[in-house]
């Protein structure tokens, strides 16, 4: 592993100390390409407008024609955070605007991902007359075929990426589809959906439905889009971050939905500090527990509701299940490494084990992935239309796009993969319930000739070093207050240090006391127990610990050489 610091360019550092930003901000955000202070001016009015996102506005009208007859729309979901949220959006928005709207998410260990023809008619006992994806369908040619079959229009917002066919649906919005012009093609699930909903309020706008009744505020929704949007883990571009950024606002201010609220209490998270931190690594395991372990309507209904004391119950037994997911996941991850460590040959990029669990399976190729430095896909055994399969979840380090490396695959082997779909950094597949061997084999082959020497070494990049005067609780409040996630990363800085004392402490992790020209600071090692030297350069990450009520910096080592 090697620790690198990210290169900036000096004249946009100090425009932005010019513009009044602290110098340690300014050379943070000078090394992500911001030149100036403009750029981290957030508002509504700064979004890209809904009528460059192709579909949008034949959504729109497909849309409020069906308000106007009082059809009967139905939301398919999806089973995680960004499916949820995206559900959410949908579901508050439409019935603010007078729609007459339901929601459906499919059992992912009955019927998979995406809109099935198995689902469609689960969906048509509900009597739709139109169906209306959410962070899914794009891949979902067949599903789409039976409901056009049973007489059900189809609606599809989606992010992923399609494939060669495109499904026969009355509509589709998908910032990645072919023709579509939208500048932010990283928009998760939930931001197309929050899209779509402002395209519709546009035109029924236009249609003067407004004209007796009190117009719904769609800012109100932006703490739903904040937290798909960093749970989902999509780039955060200018678009993503703005949005992010009005969600985070609404939350600090205590005007955030009652289920979000309630999933940052029950983690005893202070709403005023919240931060994209708080999003990704405690709301949206929590919302995702549901979808691993259980049902995701769980999830969804803590969000829907406006019932505090319901959000309140919806959040204490999601808390529970994510502790039962953790649980869960050490066991697993536990195997997986044991597995690693029985095997010399260092480019194995696949693990099955006949007891995992398939909710988890996502989650602990992000574990072994991050431990290996290689592309990871983790088998359990599932259950499609009646069939046993072994459903697999990968996630993958930059270098390699996952989801092209599969469709490489399944051209070289036809068949072997049964259906796949994602992104370059993750993706989903089943194959057959006999055919592990031979598709590790394939996918080994695959990864050796597509990933680049160059991406095979660890590179971490850091902002260099931080003075010693910057370790304080001012720094480190501002450095969480900002808006950090995929692409537009957590500050990490730099130093080598002096180890004066380390310990274990809770099992699994290192307690540190570091020296830095004299000064001698308190660090944290999560998650690991190999031992320092006792002179070290180290990548770290300025936070406030909180202890007895007294707050202190504390530095959150990720890595040394």
Known sequence: MKIVERAFVESDRRAL???????????????????????????????????????????ARLLADSIA????????ADYDADGATACAVGVR???????NVDYLVPDRFKLGYGLTPELVDLAAQRKPDLLITVDNGIASVAGVARANQLGIATLITDHHLPGYELPAAACIVNPNQPGCAFPSKALAGVGVMFYVMLALRAELRNRKAFENQKEP?????????????????????ANNRNLVAQ??????????APGITALLRAAGRPLAEASSFDLGFVAGPRLNAAGRLADMSLGIECLITDDAARAANCAQELDRLNRERRNIEAAMLQQALEAVARIASDDKCT????????????????????????????????EESGAPVLRGSGRSIHGLHLR???????????????????????????????????????????????????????????DGALDSMHFSLDVARLLEAGIWGQ????????????????????????????????????????GALDPLPSQVRAAYRLSVNEFNGLKNIQLNVEHFE
């Open 17 to 59: 100390v010019d513009a009044g930003l602290h110098p340690v901000l300014a050379r943070v955000y000078a090394g992500r390409r911001i030149r100036s202070a403009a750029e981290l001016e957030y508002g509504l009015d700064g979004l890209v407008t809904p009528q460059a996102l192709k579909g949008a506005a034949d959504a």
């Open 69 to 76: 007859q009082r059809k009967r729309l139905l939301i398919i």
């Open 93 to 99: 928005a439409l019935r603010a605007f007078g729609a």
């Open 217 to 237: 505020n769609l800012a109100a929704l932006t703490d739903l889009v904040a937290l798909g949007t960093i749970a989902d883990v999509v780039p955060l571009d």
């Open 247 to 256: 969600g985070l606002k609404r939350l600090r201010a205590g005007r955030g």
């Open 351 to 382: 693990f099955f084990h006949d007891d995992w669990h398939q909710g988890v399976v996502g989650i602990v190729a992000s574990r072994v992935k991050d431990r290996l430095h290689r592309p990871v896909i983790c088998f359990a055994r599932a």
């Open 404 to 462: 092209d490396a599969l469709d490489v695959v399944s051209k070289r082997a036809p068949g072997l993969i049964r259906r796949f779909g994602g992104h370059a950094m993750a993706a989903g597949l089943s194959i057959g319930a006999g055919d592990y061997e031979r598709f590790a084999g394939e996918f080994e082959r695959v990864v050796d000739e597509l990933l680049p020497p160059s991406a095979r070494l660890r590179v971490v990049e850091t």
């Open 487 to 526: 692409g537009f990363p957590q500050p990490l800085f730099c130093d080598n240090f002096a180890v004066e004392n380390q310990r274990v402490v809770g099992e699994r992790h290192l307690k540190l006391w570091l020296v830095k020209n004299g000064r001698r600071i308190e660090a944290m090692r999560f």
